[in-house]
């Protein structure tokens, strides 16, 4: 599964996101998906690719609908 840049993605928990890109970790050359809050003051947040994309814990959150961490949302244009 990849990322999609600028994509809106919905946290399990339920606030929203926007990705602004890819980074690429110099120490451990691992992909980070650098993240934007769209609520708030819009704190931009990093978080290993793979963390990212990951599924919900079912286990720890058993009531959750939502399959993955993050989920891309498709939002169409009104017009």
Do not use: C, W
């Not at 339920?14 to 990705?19: A, L, N, Q, R, T």
């Not at 609520?39 to 290993?48: I, K, P, V």
């Amino acid at each position: 599964m990849e990322v999609k840049i600028k994509g809106i993605y919905k946290h399990f928990k339920g606030d929203y996101y926007i990705v602004e890109d890819i980074a690429r970790d110099s120490e451990t050359n691992q992909d980070l998906v650098l993240y934007r809050a769209l609520y708030g003051d819009g704190t931009l947040y990093a978080r290993d690719k793979g963390m990212f994309l990951s599924k919900v814990d079912k286990k720890k959150y058993p009531k959750v609908n939502q399959e993955y961490r993050f989920q891309l949302q498709e939002i169409k244009s009104r017009r």
